[in-house]
């Protein structure tokens, strides 16, 4: 009898860290979704001068800023900035990594020798000065960051799945389907590609994780979108405006929770969801 492949949500559920991880993402999608819906105020609303910096309460549930915007509203709306920013960098960099890596373990030593010296050169960069340069010429909007991101984070990726599918090369089975004539299609498809999808979900949520902390530190330095809300722009303005010289703590803390609860929860569903996928992995580590 074919032994059934375990459910990967009922496994995840069974964690700590799936389950912890995969409510507060629930969570945070839900304010991102229905944020107009969800936010008491408009978090783009400077106006409001004789409510700034009041401290967490009734009306407030967060407090406010130095001008006066509803710091609960700038959460809600800067969901959506953080969670959007770190999907479409898994989505870049685990395609544009994924992709690679398969062609320099599928397609014959130059093409394997060239793709790697140029993940080589990648990763020996260094990200953030490269980062603000790309940032300040391009400007500092939105997809300019993801852009930024993608290109920098890709090449990790391609290096592990070129790994996984050079060693799932040389197993018995894919031998014996390359001596009975098989494509080089027909097994990429049917037996190398399977391989890595594991790998490569994994992969997709620690880089999401990575993304949404990046974003948040090139927010906090200046570099971010000034039509959007974001964590690390309240972050930002906190320090410019002296926040916890002003006693506004809350300020501080607020987005540096949501920053962590985010990234805490997509590592959490990385971490769980590896164990479950990569079971051989996971047991090493540990």
């Not at 014959?108 to 793709?115: E, N």
């Not at 300040?136 to 993608?150: A, D, I, N, Q, R």
């Not at 494509?183 to 490569?200: D, F, G």
């Not at 906090?220 to 303005?237: A, C, E, H, I, N």
Request: with cysteine.
């Amino acid at each position: 009898m074919k032994k059934r492949k375990p459910n990967f949500f009922r496994e995840l559920f069974k964690s700590f860290e799936g389950t912890v991880g995969f409510a507060i993402l629930c969570v945070m999608v839900f304010f991102a979704i229905f944020a107009p819906m969800i936010a008491p105020y408009d978090p783009y609303d400077i106006t409001q001068r004789g409510r700034r910096l009041q401290p967490p309460s009734r009306q407030h549930i967060m407090g406010t800023d130095w001008y006066g915007v509803d710091i609960f509203s700038q959460i809600v709306y800067g969901a959506r900035t953080s969670l959007t920013v770190g999907a479409l960098t898994a989505v870049g960099v685990t395609v544009i990594g994924g992709f690679l890596g398969v062609t320099a373990a599928t397609f014959g030593r130059g093409v394997d020798v060239l793709i790697m010296r140029i993940v080589d050169f990648v990763m020996v960069l260094p990200g953030l000065p490269i980062m603000i340069m790309i940032m300040t010429y391009l400007g500092s909007s939105f997809w300019t960051l993801v852009f930024v991101l993608v290109v920098f984070g890709w090449a990790g990726i391609s290096r592990v799945v070129r790994a996984i599918v050079l060693s799932e090369k040389r197993r018995g089975y894919v031998e014996a389907a390359i001596c009975a004539g098989a494509s080089k299609w027909y097994i990429l498809k049917k037996h190398l590609l399977p391989a890595s999808y594991s790998v490569l979900v994994v992969n997709a949520a620690f880089s999401a994780a990575g993304a949404m902390l990046a974003e948040a530190g090139l927010s906090f330095l200046g570099f971010s979108d000034p039509r959007v809300v974001s964590w690390g722009k309240m972050l930002s303005l906190a320090r410019t405006c002296n926040a916890l010289v002003l006693g506004a703590w809350w300020w501080i803390l607020f987005p540096g929770l949501a920053i962590f609860l985010a990234s805490f929860s997509i590592m959490s569903l990385g971490v769980a969801s590896e164990r479950i996928l990569n079971p051989k992995i996971s047991n090493r580590r540990e």
